[in-house]
RNA sequence: CGGGGUGUGGCGCAGUCCGGUAGCGCACCUGCUUUGGGAGCAGGGAGUCGGAGGUUCAAAUCCUCUCACCCCGACCA
């Protein structure tokens, strides 16, 4: 019952990974390096957080637009730390109908210049700002290493570009969306998230500040889930984005960017998923309950799908379900199979129930089962998909807590790093030099510096300020920060 | 780019060392029996053995080159 092809978490991760997105045909490769094709079980859930988070996109104030494809190459030099992230993972069109271009045009790793080269035109005057952009787009970077969904050549994300008068409402802003991904996470994703600042190192390149959400995945590793990144002026300089305050002086504008990716659905598989196949959050499921009726006589068919009608009334209006009426599989192979998908509930209807009136319910992440009466039905799927749904959240908040570690020497810090897989909250100077020097030695990097008390945001889990020393050089450090292994 | 591995019906694999009629399981098609945890029997269809050269009477198998994918490292959401 264990062995459908999956290998199992425990004997190798990354092929465990890779079998449940092969097997619930999420995603497959494409016969270009590096690039996804998102298959239909894949895009479905794709969809499903595209509609959520749009919606608290939208909420705060933001409208979409799209911006083109194709960038001039100088737009991408005019940052010098953004044009040295991002010239070596770019793709380059040469050509154009058969000619040469005058100037090659780069294909999208990000959007900022761009976007910001059209604002410099429709900005003037304080009073049209704040610009509260945001887009749905493909991005192509030329990654070394691929894993479908994790990262790839090309893939979907969102992207919010926003301009302000003033370097608070920049700050505000960043924030405001870093905040708007913690509760996607948590609210749709089921995932618990460490949100806080990365270090110089980890920035995004061109940034004054990047912050991050951080989630643990089943194997200790950290994947960053989503970023804001406070710009500063640092592109409306370049890029000349201006306006003219109260006192008719020319300002340059100040800005944020921020995103999240398709990468999402990798970390939702990682996150949840078991050795039986997919583990799909209630919120984010497209389908929620999958109904498979049972039955061997055609007497006994006609009895199940009369009864089926009834049990659509409960269901209709109150949850999205599809019936698995296909007489080509039996019963257990149905099972077996919408397990693999990850569809949350499973309702089934068979002869049984047809003469006691009910129905058995089955929640795909604790395969627990319910005998329900018809007329509660309704009410019972749902409690049930509620349920599932916070089980889930408390699971994996459960399983950071329990791989979560603190170190205080470095002997102890590079045990706890190689021996045991999670996060280790260890003291840091802050100095880039002992940054670097740990991750050569262990593979770990800073995940993220917690907010302070009057950041106005929190850092849930983080251990409070306090005295101590940087595990490397012994200098004084005011707070531990999270380290990690990280995709 | 470096190290390791794999390419053989749709999928998973054996066969390669030691050259000699391409095989197994699943899936697929037909029929009958089945249906509350991946059903059984009988019959059937399907493969230029990743690609290109070479050696040989003869190549999935030996030699040379090449391509793709996976795993581990250097780059990254």
């Known amino acids: 019952m264990s062995d459908y092809g999956i290998t199992s978490r425990e004997k190798d991760f990354s092929q465990w990974y890779l079998d449940i997105v092969q097997r619930a045909e999420l995603g497959d490769h494409s016969p270009v390096r590096g690039c996804m094709v998102i298959r239909p079980n894949g895009y479905a859930i794709w969809e499903k957080m595209q509609a959520a988070l749009d919606g608290m996109i939208k909420a705060t104030g933001h409208r979409n637009a799209y911006f083109p494809l194709f960038i001039p190459e100088s737009f991408l030099k005019k940052e010098a730390e953004h044009v040295e992230g991002f010239a070596p993972e770019c793709a380059v069109v040469t050509h154009g109908g058969g000619r040469l271009l005058e100037e090659p045009l780069m294909i999208r790793p990000t959007s900022e210049t761009i976007i910001y080269h059209m604002y410099a035109k429709w ?16 991005v192509v970077r030329w990654e070394m290493r691929t894993r479908l969904f994790l990262r790839t050549t090309e893939f979907l994300w969102q992207e919010g570009h926003t301009a302000h008068a003033t370097p608070e409402e920049g700050e505000e802003e960043t924030r405001r969306m870093l905040d708007v991904y913690r509760r996607f996470a948590e609210e749709y994703m089921a995932l618990p998230v460490l949100m806080g600042k990365k270090t110089a190192a980890e920035k995004f390149a061109g940034a004054l500040r990047t912050y991050s959400i951080e989630a643990m995945m089943q194997d200790g590793k950290a994947l960053q889930a989503g970023t804001s990144h406070n710009l500063g002026q640092n592109f409306s300089r370049p890029f000349e984005v201006r306006f003219q305050d109260e006192s008719q002086q020319w300002q340059y504008c100040w800005q944020t960017s921020w995103g999240v990716s398709t990468r999402l659905i990798g970390a939702l598989i990682m996150a949840h998923s078991d050795d039986q196949g997919l583990v799909l959050p209630p919120r984010l499921a497209p389908i929620e309950v999958v109904v498979v009726p049972i039955w061997s006589s055609d ?27 296909r007489d080509q599989f039996k019963p257990g192979w149905k099972f077996a199979e919408w397990e693999l998908k990850g569809i949350p509930l499973r309702l089934e209807v068979g002869p049984r129930d047809v003469a006691k009136r009910g129905a058995v319910l089955v929640r795909r992440d604790t395969r627990e089962k319910q005998m329900l009466s018809l007329e509660d039905v309704g009410t019972a799927v749902r409690e049930a998909l509620d349920h599932m749904q916070r089980d889930l959240f408390d699971r994996a908040l459960a399983f950071r807590r329990e791989h979560t570690y603190m170190a205080d020497v470095y002997d102890d810090f590079q045990t706890t790093i190689s021996e045991k897989p999670g996060f280790t909250w260890a003291h840091w100077c802050g100095g880039a030099d002992c940054e670097t020097r740990v991750a050569q030695e262990t593979k770990a990097t800073i995940r993220t510096v917690p907010f302070e008390p009057e950041d106005g945001l929190e850092t849930q889990d983080a251990p409070p300020p306090e005295q101590g020393r940087c595990i490397v050089c012994g200098q004084p450090s005011l707070r531990r920060v999270l380290w990690g292994k990280a995709y």
């Open 123 to 138: 900005i003037q005057s304080y009073r049209d700002l704040p610009v509260l952009i945001n887009q749905w787009a493909n």
């Open 299 to 325: 007497e006994q068919q006609q009895a199940v799908r009369a009864y089926l009608e009834e049990v659509r009334g409960q269901l209709d209006g109150r949850v999205s379900y599809h019936i698995d009426d």
